[in-house]
């Protein structure tokens, strides 16, 4: 805490009780705590924090708050600290209580309601801090303020006792420490990458906020605790570089707007690169919109619109009327990473879970922006915008010749029903929904899972080799490939409609399971990491839905005597040993078998450790923040190679990638 030393204690007068508005009561929020927090598993558990730094970084976006702290302690408690105001703990004349116990105990009770104390604001709509109280075990909050040490303690979201005096101090801010209910959480670990990606955002988004996170339960063997520290001088301009460290651009500089009208704050930058895939993303407020909404419905209008006007005036696309191609509002997005940053004073949000933006004054406002000032970029950059334009005609090329591919693939899939793959050995059940299919590494480990597996249920799809790294390749290529036109027809999905050609239709998915097992070794790795870049980038809604798994077979079979033990880990290897070693009743000498391929494993062992239902462990495939995951899926496929290396040496003692 020695880190807000000297901090100016004057208080900004225009912060007090009379600011904090009350909409209604907490009573809802421990009996269903997912209308509040999405759920109570590991998504969950991350989002009391994101909660409490989001109070934080209100601050901030009110230009009171410059430094943020993050602590994840040994028991799995957090404490947030920041060194904005402080949140008013004076005598709150309505509720009869202090204003800190209201803003901690009551929902929708908050200085965010309050248009003289927040311009704009994230969280969930002000019940932030106070549903983190209600579905923590114990909460304690201190406040610095006016050169008074305030504190008071709950439990279970009840005050212990009412605020009061701790003494004096030099300190300017809020100290938010909590532990989680675990009658409420199925799990309690904090992972520190998740929120440490997460504060690496809010650096990005929010230029000139320090942030910082350490994880005491990770001590190094000097003394210190892991930590990451950002901070972010340029804002969007490093985020989009930091996003496409992976891909190679077709552009010097990326193309920076910021700007304001009708009080709504609008920053975007976007640049082009040689992928065949579009990479946007949205915020709102700091909040990812990861299902766009009106603001990405203004981008993309005068883009398209934008260049669309350009290439005409210049003549550049006479090549494609005279092939007969038609150019779409996809071909200008191919390519294209973007980031929209807009601040909205009352933003609405299409469902609970703030993932589409709803005001409709907010499409018109981006549009006008975005469609001026890029004109005036092009003719400022003749150079940029030939290349911008000839990446659209080969986009446009392109799609046209994936289309052709693409309803090859389909048409097989819709006629007749024995378009399925000749090397699909199919399950008998028809119900989708407990139907799993398996996609195998290679023929020998696929035979070996035909005889292991319940072919009531159980589909297993071999596939040859390496599929292709669909993050380089050309869209007619991803359709042309073999072992991706079996996994299409084998999921019965089709892909790309008359009004998108990127749309998925999941209604005739013929699995409800579909299960990535490969060998546990580099190759198994490499061949896994293939197919999910391919579902990610062509098949996303089946992760999102959660459709997607990774077997787990394990890595050794210890045996000693008549005992045997299949284990996953070197761990797990260590601790076996050493109790069949310390066992007496075990005769015979110790015998470890390293797995290095599912080929390995019989028929038999193939089903009791990694396909019975019973006994398997499955890991479903979810995406904690899509904006990493591209950038992850970019850097790690793609044709740069620097980041790579930077990734594997930094990572590389985690046994497996987090996606």
């Known amino acids: 805490m020695s880190d807000l030393e000297n901090k100016d204690l004057q208080q900004p007068t225009d912060y007090t009780a009379e600011n904090i508005q009350v909409l209604e009561g907490l009573e809802a929020v421990r009996k269903r705590p997912a209308m509040y927090i999405g759920d109570v598993s590991e998504r969950g558990l991350h989002h009391l924090v994101y909660e409490v730094v989001d109070n934080s970084i ?11 702290w993050v602590t994840i302690h040994k028991d799995n408690s957090i404490s947030v600290l920041d060194n904005g105001r402080g949140i008013p703990t004076d005598y709150h004349e309505k509720e009869k209580r202090s204003a800190l116990e209201v803003v901690l105990t009551v929902l929708h009770a908050g200085g965010k309601f309050d248009k003289d104390s927040y311009k704009v604001s994230g969280g ?3 019940v932030g801090v106070s549903c983190v109280n209600a579905l923590s075990a114990k909460l304690r909050a201190e406040v610095f303020r006016n050169g008074i040490h305030y504190i008071q303690e709950f439990e279970y979201g009840k005050p212990v006792y009412s605020v009061k005096e701790a003494g004096k101090t030099d300190y300017r801010g809020t100290l938010i420490w909590f532990k989680p209910d675990n009658s409420i959480f199925t799990t309690l670990e904090y992972k520190f990458t998740t929120l440490s990606t997460r504060l690496k955002e809010l650096a990005f988004l929010n230029k000139g906020i320090t942030l910082e996170i ?38 010097e500089y990326p193309i920076y707007m910021e700007g304001e009208k009708d009080n709504v704050p609008v920053e975007i930058v976007m640049q082009y690169n040689t992928s065949f895939t579009e990479n946007i993303h949205s915020y709102v407020n700091n909040i990812n919109t990861i299902e766009g909404g009106t603001h990405l419905a203004g981008f993309r209008r005068a883009l398209t619109r934008t260049l669309k006007k350009y290439a005409d005036e210049s003549k550049m696309l006479e ?25 909205v004073a009352e933003p609405q949000f299409e469902g609970q879970t703030k993932t589409k933006l709803g005001n409709n004054e907010v499409m018109g406002i981006v549009d006008q922006m975005v469609g001026e000032m890029l004109r005036n970029y092009l003719e400022e950059n003749p150079k940029d915008a030939k290349e911008i334009v000839n990446k659209v005609i080969l986009a446009a090329t392109a799609r046209h010749a994936a289309r052709k591919a693409r309803e090859l693939v389909q048409r097989k899939n819709v006629f007749g029903g024995g378009g ?12 989708s929904e407990e139907c799993e299919l398996y996609l195998v590494e290679g023929d020998s480990a696929g035979g070996t899972a ?15 080799g390496k599929i292709l790294n669909v993050e380089k390749a050309m869209p007619h290529k991803i359709f042309e490939s073999e072992e991706i036109k079996n996994i299409f027809t084998a999921l019965g999905v089709s892909i790309g409609t008359e009004e998108d050609s990127k749309a998925l239709n999941l209604e005739k998915l013929r699995y409800g399971k579909v299960i990535i097992m490969t060998d546990a070794d580099v190759d198994g790795s490499h061949i896994a990491t293939l197919i999910l870049t391919f579902f990610f980038r062509h098949l996303k809604e089946l992760i999102e839905f959660g459709h997607v798994y990774i077997a787990t077979p ?6 000693k005597g008549k005992q045997e033990r299949y284990v996953w880990s070197d761990k797990e290897r260590e601790t076996v040993t050493a109790e069949f070693t310390n066992d007496g009743a075990n005769t015979g000498g110790l015998h470890v078998q390293r797995y290095k391929g599912l080929g390995e494993m019989n028929e038999t062992q193939l089903w009791e450790t990694t396909m019975n239902p019973e006994t398997r462990t499955l890991r479903q495939v979810t995406i904690d923040n899509l904006t990493e995951a591209d950038r992850v899926f970019a850097m790690l496929m793609g044709d740069e190679v620097p980041p790579r290396r930077e990734f594997i040496e930094k990572n590389a003692h985690y046994a497996k990638i987090d996606i």
């Open 450 to 464: 035909k005889q292991g597996r319940d072919s009531k249920f159980q589909a297993i799809l071999p596939l040859r």
């Open 214 to 251: 350490v994880d005491e339960r990770e001590e190094k063997e000097n003394g210190t605790f892991l930590k990451d520290i950002y901070y972010s001088e340029e804002g969007l301009k490093d985020f989009i570089n930091y996003l496409d460290g992976g891909r190679e651009k077709i552009m």
């Open 124 to 126: 969930l709509h002000g």
């Open 554 to 559: 394990p890595l050794y079979l210890i045996k």
């Open 58 to 68: 209100d601050e901030a976006l009110a230009g009171h708050c410059d430094h943020i």
């Open 319 to 343: 090549k494609l009327e005279k092939q007969k191609i038609e150019i779409s509002g996809d071909d200008f997005r191919e390519g294209l990473t973007a980031i929209i940053s807009v601040k």
């Open 420 to 431: 399925l793959p000749g090397k699909l050995w199919d399950c008998s059940s028809k119900k």
